[in-house]
């Protein structure tokens, strides 16, 4: 996954250069950089990006504390400011001249980004208890899927604006500069291989002025890029490793995510104490939210809780919970406290935590041989553009969510094998000339962009299922609303625990993205487009042979029909039964190039500006 953060000026020094470079740990005062990440046992950081070069730095070239403050923390400099303005002032330049000459354009408060970067947990717990090889395979593969992913921000994401208003945008032809800092663990100890990207907002254009890179495009395609980085990741581990993933669902109702296949979710679990706290403070949140009141009596908010709430009180809650930092520790040293804490307290049997690997590679056999690496790309676009539709609200969206979308489709059909490049391109313009209607409205000189070209579906979907809001509850004398604003939440009911209360939630959007899908295929098969009709109820067939195989029906047997009301069975990937057909419709036997897999997994739902999964 990738998330992402601002980084201004002053955030460098009280943040950045105190903790982030030295393993999230407390650098102790007055201790050079180099010397603080020794004692911590994380390595330095190193520099990344096309315009290094320009900016006199190379490749994986040790980012020093001086040209992180200039770059970072002196509102965008020179990473050689000081040398460049000292050569200046010995020529006889002026001191105003001579600041002028190590600065990069404008003078800027937000100096970057910061994109954090972690693979799946399964593939950290690889990582953390298997050998050195094992670890060096996936730090590699996690090293080079983040190297993509920068490469495609420069070349696809990155603009600079320029003209009144930022009218003007163009792509900074050298590429972007970037210092990449490694981690290993998280604020409970336990671990969490992930990397820290800080990216400099600035850019150069054709004409060799310095500019600002814009940072709404970035947060904007933050979900497509953590897709291609979750993608990119598990495929170069499953390929060199021998193992392959599979999708499990963590939250029901929301969309199951893609993991190692083998690995007990029990050692996830372990590694998840965090979860366990938020969500326990989540549960009381959302109590006084929904028995909030206003001085007249009357409900503050809605008697249920929407996802947009939610989503607001789970970063409280993350917040609230947020443990102290604590003293970092040497790899080596932390592997084997990790695989003893492991053996102690997981559950999970000793055997399995001392062969993880193995285990992985007999679950990856199975797959394997029951799934075969086939990507349609007719039937992939009719997938992304059908929970595309659904998940945006409106059934408006934009071309960098049926990127998003793709990427993840991708991952499930291919479990982990690599991918030709540009595969997720084609499908996207397969979805946008076939199933997309442009409804675009340029008022302004971006809204002639393709990026922000404004889309939506084709179909006519007056059969989807209308969105479910449950009814009001009936008052509760146990649950009553205080009646002065001034006093506490009422009370939890007698023998009750946080996380027990039955807080009414409004039905999350990837239950409708799942009918949707199936609503689609179904008109499709009506259509005259004998292409798409002949394999549409074929995929059903792919489904079934996608899911894990404590999850299969026994052989010969039939699927069951389903209420469209229903929720979707865990663990089959938000795959829907067919109900029986009549002899005229009957399935067709598939040849496997023309199988496919089931609906794509991860993806959020998108409102306005993107956030990180």
Not at 99 to 126: C, E, H, N, S, W
Not at 281 to 306: I, N, Q, R
Not at 507 to 515: D, S, T
Request: charged share 25%; glycine share 8%.
């Amino acid at each position: 996954m990738m998330d992402i953060a601002i980084i201004r000026a002053g955030q460098m020094y009280r943040y950045y250069l105190r903790q982030v470079v030295v393993g999230d740990g407390r650098r102790p005062p007055n201790t050079p950089l180099r010397k603080a990440q020794e004692q911590a046992g994380v390595p330095v950081g190193r520099w990344m990006g096309r315009s290094l070069a320009v900016l006199g730095l190379a490749p994986d070239e040790e980012a020093t504390e001086s040209q992180l403050r200039n770059l970072f923390g002196e509102r965008g400099r020179h990473p050689y400011a000081d040398r460049i303005e000292a050569d200046q002032l010995a020529a006889g330049d002026s001191p105003k001249k001579a600041f002028k000459a190590g600065a990069l354009g404008r003078r800027v408060m937000v100096t970057g980004v910061d994109f954090v970067f972690r693979p799946q947990p399964t593939i950290y717990l690889l990582w953390a208890s298997g050998d050195e090889e094992t670890r060096l395979v996936i730090e590699a593969a996690h090293e080079r899927a983040i190297l993509r992913v920068l490469e495609w921000i420069e070349d696809e994401v990155a603009v600079i604006r320029y003209g009144k208003d930022g009218i003007y945008r163009v792509r900074p032809p050298g590429g972007l500069v970037a210092a990449r800092f490694r981690h290993y663990e998280a604020r409970s100890g336990m671990p969490l291989l992930h990397d820290h990207l800080l990216l400099s907002v600035k850019g150069q254009r054709l004409d060799g002025k310095w500019g600002s890179i814009h940072t709404l495009a970035l947060h904007e395609n933050t979900v497509a890029a953590s897709a291609l980085y979750n993608e990119l990741v598990a495929a170069e581990v499953c390929e060199v490793l021998g193992v392959a993933t599979e999708p499990r669902t963590v939250t029901p109702g929301r969309r199951p995510v893609m993991e190692i296949a083998g690995v007990p979710h029990e050692l996830i679990r372990w590694t998840a104490r965090r979860s366990d706290q938020i969500a326990a403070c989540l549960e009381d949140l959302e109590h006084e939210y929904v028995t909030a009141v206003k001085d007249d009596g009357e409900l503050k908010f809605l008697p249920v809780v929407s996802e947009r709430a939610r989503a607001k009180m789970n970063q409280i809650a993350a917040r609230k919970t947020r443990p102290p930092k604590q003293k970092t520790r040497p790899l080596a040293q932390l592997r084997v406290w990790w695989k003893v804490s492991a053996i102690l307290t997981s559950g999970v049997a000793v055997d399995v935590i001392t062969s993880l690997l193995e285990y992985a590679r007999a679950a990856a056999a199975a797959i394997r041989a029951r799934v075969p690496a086939v990507v349609d790309i007719a039937l992939a676009a009719v997938d992304v553009t059908a929970t595309v539709f659904v998940m945006n609200d409106g059934g408006r969206f934009h071309r960098r969510h049926l990127l998003a979308e793709a990427r993840r489709h991708l991952a499930l059909v291919l479990r982990g094998r690599r991918r030709e490049r540009g595969l997720d391109e084609k499908i996207v313009a397969a979805a946008i000339s076939t199933h997309c209607l442009d409804i675009s409205e340029p008022k302004t000189t971006i809204g002639l962009l393709s990026d922000y070209r404004l889309y939506t579906a084709r179909w006519a979907l007056s059969d989807l299922p209308a969105r479910r809001r449950p009814p009001t509850p009936a008052p509760d004398p146990d649950r009553r609303p205080p009646a002065d604003p001034g006093e506490p939440a009422a009370p939890r009911p007698p023998g009750s625990d946080a996380g027990e209360w039955e807080i009414p939630r409004l039905p999350l959007q990837y239950e409708r993205a799942v009918l949707a899908g199936t609503a689609v295929r179904e008109k499709l098969r009506t259509t005259t487009v004998t292409a798409v009709r002949g394999r549409a109820y074929d995929v059903a067939l792919h489904q079934q042979a996608a899911m894990p195989g404590q999850l299969l029906a026994p052989p010969g047997a039939e699927p069951e029909d389903e209420d469209d009301d229903q929720e979707p069975e865990a663990g089959r990937g938000g795959a829907i039964g067919y109900a029986e057909q009549d002899a005229a419709d009957a399935v067709r036997p598939v040849p496997r190039d023309d199988q496919q897999a089931n609906r794509p997994q991860e993806l959020g739902p998108h409102r306005g500006r993107e956030t990180p999964l």
